[in-house]
């Protein structure tokens, strides 16, 4: 380095470059010369009576110091140390509701319920004991009754059960044919687990706080008690829903059993996203449509073929042993068409797609009948993922989000566009549509992973179009559609979540519990605010206490050079 300062025969150190660096005589002056530089670097040899330790002025003062940064951290402790105290607390009294008169856990239950078949009678007290113990998360309605008078029950799982929210609903209905009971087993056992796991298992805490979701364990409690197929008056309740042959626009006839009238009714006052019934006698996923018109038994294809064939497959290859190659009936993944099986006409399923806008499945979960009460365990585990991933993947997999009224409070800044409920959420090329709900304007459009073309309209509004993506991860496609009135300058439109809009995001929702959060992502999220406030807190303590030891350095500097000058 020719003519560089360090362009000397002397070793680099620390020691050459302080001689170098003669110290100023008079005050300094900030300079970025290379001998400045090494001027700062280097201190000046001082005599005994300079190195003291500080005075006990300013060692008070950095104890003062030190307290002030130190104040708010245990402050913040305390109230942490609150918090967790009251969440212990609160955890506490949660598992105690856990416990009923004998003393039995949330797991205890859960194996209860797989014990045996049970009556009507004890089934309808056990559900009464659920809700009891369950009642932040759980809700027990009459939706109907049998031919012979007894409930038809159905059991509501949501962080809010009983209120209206932005959240998909979705319903599993067992025992439609009375000699097909293990529908009744799984749903109460689904029930007992979701209560038990929705604080430490994720997939059910998704379930929880995303959704609401609707158990039925026993459609035809009639049939259950004569261990027959039919209900009380010798009907098929699964051949006695309006037909899309006889009866196009799916209407209400009037003769509907007494079954199938409430469970119609609860439906369309309810409005589902996604369903599935269950039954015995194969193991296979059965999706529509079920009937040709011709009565001929070959594949009868739906406009929405293409994601009833994903979510059948979803919970078939989701499910233990249905998908597997040994499932002799169905070899080819354990999924079927419902008229290339075998067609029937006036099923649950078609009615749910075409009158509820409700993409339903026909779960068949054993080969026998009747199953042995000794298999019933053996029967949940081989189900229960499936049952887990099913509500999630239906609700939320395709394309989801809410429709809004541009406005004036797009403008002002934390306010949410009002919402705007009842209009069409089409995809191009398939007439099967979907609605925003009145008063939320929340939609959730069932779909296989794919590209799309989506078009939003309602009357007085201009209509807005968007192509988009579903991914094939199950995650969805979130999109929060902004509609302009007719004659408005502007022509819509659409953002991936609700805080781009310049809402807080709603109250519930999936916004704080997506279905496709990591295990571990959604495991901490409770924690989450409270080691971000501690991880601060520590920050700040150590810029302060580097802020004072720079301030007690340079008046130890300045103190020596002085008494430097002076000697």
């Known amino acids: 380095m020719q003519g560089g300062w360090l362009s000397h ?3 680099i150190t620390l ?23 090494a001027r700062a670097l280097c201190l000046p040899r001082l005599p005994p ?26 402050e913040g402790l305390r109230a942490e140390s609150a918090a967790l105290k009251r969440g212990r607390k609160k955890k506490k009294a949660s598992d105690a509701r856990l416990l009923n008169e004998t003393g039995r856990s949330g797991a205890d239950h859960v194996q209860a319920a797989l014990q045996r078949y049970i009556s009507n009678e004890e089934l309808a007290d056990r559900l009464k004991d659920l809700e009891k113990r369950c009642k932040g998360i759980a809700r027990l309605v009459q939706i109907g009754k049998s031919v012979k008078g007894s409930p038809l029950w159905a059991l509501e799982i949501a962080d809010h059960p009983g209120q209206v929210e932005p959240e998909p609903a ?3 209905v067992g025992n439609v044919h009375g000699d097909e009971p293990t529908g009744r087993v799984l749903t109460l056992t689904l029930a007992e687990w979701l209560c038990a796991n929705h604080r430490s298992d994720a997939r059910a805490k ?27 008056n010798g009907r098929d309740l699964n051949r006695d ?17 007494p079954e199938v009238a409430s469970i119609m009714q609860w439906t369309l006052a309810t409005g589902f996203v996604a369903s599935a019934s269950m039954h015995e006698g194969a193991l296979v996923a059965n999706y529509p449509w079920d009937g040709t018109p011709d009565e001929s038994t070959r594949y009868e294809a739906c406009p929405d073929d293409a994601t009833f064939r994903h979510l059948a497959s979803l919970y078939a290859s989701t499910h233990q042993t249905m998908a597997l190659a040994n499932n002799t009936e169905f070899p080819n993944g354990g999924t079927t068409n419902g008229a290339a099986w075998y067609p029937i006409y006036g099923s649950m399923q078609d009615w749910n797609y075409i009158k509820g806008r409700c993409m339903e499945l026909t779960l068949e979960l054993s080969p026998s009948k009747w199953p ?56 191009v090329g398939n007439n099967m549509s979907v609605f925003s709900r009145e008063g939320l304007g929340d939609y959730y459009r069932p779909l296989a992973p794919g590209r ?12 807005f179009m968007v192509n988009l993506t579903v991914p094939t991860d199950g995650s969805g496609a979130q999109r929060h559609f902004v509609l302009a009135r007719e004659g408005s300058s502007s022509g819509g439109e659409v953002a991936y979540s609700l805080k781009s809009l310049g809402g807080s995001g709603g109250e519930g929702g999936a916004e704080g519990a997506l279905p496709w959060r990591s295990d571990a992502a959604a495991a901490g999220s409770d924690s989450g605010v409270p080691a971000s406030r501690a991880r601060d807190r520590l920050l700040m303590l150590a810029v302060g206490a580097a802020v004072v030891y720079g301030l007690w350095l340079t008046h130890s500097r300045l103190q020596r050079r002085t008494h430097q000058r002076r000697a």
């Open 9 to 11: 025969s002397l070793p």
């Open 15 to 37: 020691s050459n470059i302080c001689a170098l660096s003669e110290p100023a005589p008079r005050a300094p002056v900030l300079s970025s010369t290379p001998a400045s530089i």
């Open 49 to 74: 009576a300079a190195m003291q330790p500080p005075g006990p002025r300013r060692l008070l003062l950095a104890l003062v110091a030190l307290g002030l940064l130190l104040a708010p951290l245990a």
């Open 170 to 172: 979705v319903k599993y």
């Open 206 to 232: 998704r379930i929880v706080t995303s959704m609401h979701l609707w158990l039925v364990p026993a459609m035809n409690p009639d049939g259950f008690d004569g261990r027959t197929r039919a209900n009380a």
């Open 241 to 257: 829903f309006p037909d899309r042959f006889s009866s196009p626009a799916m209407e209400v006839s009037g003769g509907e059993q």
């Open 372 to 427: 042995d009460e000794k298999q019933l365990p053996l029967l949940w585990e081989n189900n229960r993922d499936a049952l887990l991933a099913f509500p999630l993947a239906a609700a939320y997999g395709g394309v989801w989000g809410t429709v809004r009224e541009q406005g004036k409070l797009r403008s002002q800044k934390g306010q949410e566009l009002p919402p705007l409920g009842g209009a069409n959420i089409t995809v």
């Open 452 to 463: 799309y073309t989506v078009l939003v309209t309602k009357e007085g509004y201009r209509p």
